[in-house]
C-alpha cells in the first residue's frame, strides 16, 4: 500500500513508520522543516515538506494514497483549531474525489477521551467524556466520520511508553542519577500504558484492514498504579524508591491544560482489536514494558 501519515517522528508515528516499512509499504511522511524531512528519509520514508497549520498544499499529495494515518498534534494552545481545519479541509478536498476512490484512514484520539475509570476497564461500549483539552477531537471524528472517501478507524491509544521516551524511560533516568522519580498528582492513580511496537503493529494492522467505522482501544494491559509503576523502577534499577509529588496544577501550569490527563486514573480493555484484527501485544505486562526501557 501506499499510505501517507502525519507525525510521523513523534513517538506514535516513528513506530508506525517502522513498522509499515517493515511490511514493504511505500510510505510519505508529512515533514514540518528541513531537519525532520532529512530525519525521515533516513528512516526511509518518502518526506513532504508542510505543517499541519496550513494543510491545504499537502492534502491533495495525501489523498493520492491509499491509506492515511493522522498521528500528529501541535500540543499548543491552537491545537484544537488547527486539527479541525485539517480536517475540514481534508474532507473538502476529498468530497471531489470520484465516489468510487475510498482511503482507509486512522485518526488518532487517546484514552483521555474517555471518563476517569479506576475500578472498571473502559471498552469501546463507554459513553466518551473527554478532557476539556481535546473535546475537540469529537468534532474532528464527526467531520472524517461523515465523509464517504474514506473507512474511518479511530484508535484510542493508552498511555504510549516507548525505549527511549515517555514516562517510564524518564522516571528511570531519574532513578539511575539517584533523583526523586517526578510523580503527577498520586501514586494511587492507574495509568493504562502500551508500547509503542504495540501500537504501531496495530496501525498497521488497521490501515491494511480498512474496515469502516471501526472503533478500537489500544492498551497492552488493563492498567499500573503508579506506586507499582515507580516501585518496579527502584527494583530493577537497585535504586531506593524515591518520589517527588507535583501538584497536578503545577503541571498543567508548566505543559499545558491538557496535562489534567495525568491525574485522570483509568484502567482499559483492548478485546476488540485483539478479536477483530487478530491483534496481540507482547509487552502485555508491567514488567516487560520497564525492562524494554532498561536496555
Given at each position: 500500500?501506499?499510505?501517507?501519515?502525519?507525525?510521523?517522528?513523534?513517538?506514535?508515528?516513528?513506530?508506525?513508520?517502522?513498522?509499515?516499512?517493515?511490511?514493504?509499504?511505500?510510505?510519505?511522511?508529512?515533514?514540518?522543516?528541513?531537519?525532520?524531512?532529512?530525519?525521515?528519509?533516513?528512516?526511509?520514508?518518502t518526506?513532504?515538506?508542510?505543517?499541519?497549520?496550513?494543510?491545504?498544499?499537502?492534502?491533495?499529495?495525501?489523498?493520492?494514497?491509499?491509506?492515511?494515518?493522522?498521528?500528529?498534534?501541535?500540543?499548543?494552545?491552537?491545537?484544537?483549531?488547527?486539527?479541525?481545519?485539517?480536517?475540514?479541509?481534508?474532507?473538502?478536498?476529498?468530497?471531489?474525489?470520484?465516489?468510487?476512490?475510498?482511503?482507509?484512514?486512522?485518526?488518532?484520539?487517546?484514552?483521555?477521551?474517555?471518563?476517569?475509570?479506576?475500578?472498571?476497564?473502559?471498552?469501546?461500549?463507554?459513553?466518551?467524556?473527554?478532557?476539556?483539552?481535546?473535546?475537540?477531537?469529537?468534532?474532528s471524528?464527526?467531520?472524517?466520520?461523515?465523509?464517504?472517501?474514506?473507512?474511518?478507524?479511530?484508535?484510542?491509544?493508552?498511555?504510549?511508553?516507548?525505549?527511549?521516551?515517555?514516562?517510564?524511560?524518564?522516571?528511570?533516568?531519574?532513578?539511575?542519577?539517584?533523583?526523586?522519580?517526578s510523580?503527577?498528582?498520586s501514586?494511587?492513580?492507574?495509568?493504562?500504558?502500551?508500547?509503542?511496537?504495540?501500537?504501531?503493529?496495530?496501525y498497521?494492522?488497521?490501515i491494511?484492514?480498512?474496515?469502516?467505522?471501526?472503533?478500537?482501544?489500544?492498551?497492552?494491559?488493563?492498567?499500573?498504579?503508579?506506586?507499582?509503576?515507580?516501585?518496579?523502577?527502584?527494583?530493577?534499577?537497585?535504586?531506593?524508591?524515591?518520589?517527588?509529588?507535583?501538584?497536578?496544577?503545577?503541571?498543567?501550569?508548566?505543559?499545558?491544560?491538557?496535562?489534567?490527563?495525568?491525574?485522570?486514573?483509568?484502567?482499559?480493555?483492548?478485546?476488540?482489536?485483539?478479536?477483530?484484527?487478530?491483534?496481540?501485544?507482547?509487552?502485555?505486562?508491567?514488567?516487560?514494558?520497564?525492562?524494554?526501557?532498561?536496555?
Open positions: 500500500m501506499r499510505i501517507f501519515i502525519t507525525g510521523a517522528t513523534g513517538l506514535i508515528g516513528s513506530a508506525t513508520l517502522k513498522a509499515l516499512l517493515t511490511k514493504g509499504h511505500d510510505v510519505t511522511a508529512l515533514a514540518r522543516s528541513d531537519e525532520k524531512a532529512k530525519q525521515l528519509s533516513n528512516m526511509g520514508a518526506p513532504i515538506r508542510g505543517d499541519l497549520t496550513d494543510p491545504a498544499p499537502w492534502i491533495p499529495i495525501a489523498l493520492e494514497h491509499d491509506g492515511i494515518i493522522h498521528a500528529a498534534a501541535t500540543f499548543d494552545a491552537s491545537m484544537g483549531e488547527t486539527d479541525i481545519a485539517m480536517v475540514k479541509s481534508l474532507v473538502e478536498q476529498a468530497k471531489a474525489m470520484p465516489p468510487d476512490n475510498k482511503i482507509n484512514l486512522i485518526y488518532t484520539g487517546g484514552c483521555w477521551l474517555y471518563p476517569e475509570s479506576p475500578v472498571i476497564p473502559l471498552t469501546e461500549r463507554h459513553v466518551l467524556d473527554p478532557l476539556p483539552a481535546f473535546e475537540w477531537m469529537l468534532d471524528i464527526e467531520h472524517l466520520h461523515a465523509c464517504p472517501t474514506f473507512h474511518l478507524t479511530v484508535i484510542h491509544p493508552a498511555i504510549v511508553i516507548a525505549k527511549d521516551r515517555g514516562l517510564i524511560c524518564n522516571w528511570i533516568r531519574q532513578a539511575r542519577k539517584d533523583e526523586d522519580m510523580v503527577i498528582d501514586l494511587g492513580i492507574h495509568y493504562p500504558l502500551i508500547h509503542a511496537d504495540d501500537l504501531a503493529d496495530l498497521r494492522r488497521a491494511e484492514a480498512g474496515q469502516s467505522g471501526l472503533l478500537l482501544n489500544a492498551s497492552g494491559f488493563k492498567s499500573a498504579s503508579l506506586q507499582e509503576i515507580t516501585q518496579m523502577i527502584a527494583s530493577k534499577t537497585g535504586k531506593a524508591h524515591r518520589i517527588k509529588i507535583q501538584p497536578l496544577e503545577e503541571a498543567i501550569e508548566q505543559k499545558g491544560d491538557w496535562a489534567a490527563g495525568f491525574g485522570r486514573s483509568q484502567r482499559m480493555e483492548a478485546d476488540r482489536a485483539k478479536d477483530s484484527l487478530g491483534w496481540q501485544p507482547v509487552f502485555d505486562d508491567l514488567e516487560k514494558l520497564v525492562t524494554d526501557c532498561l536496555d
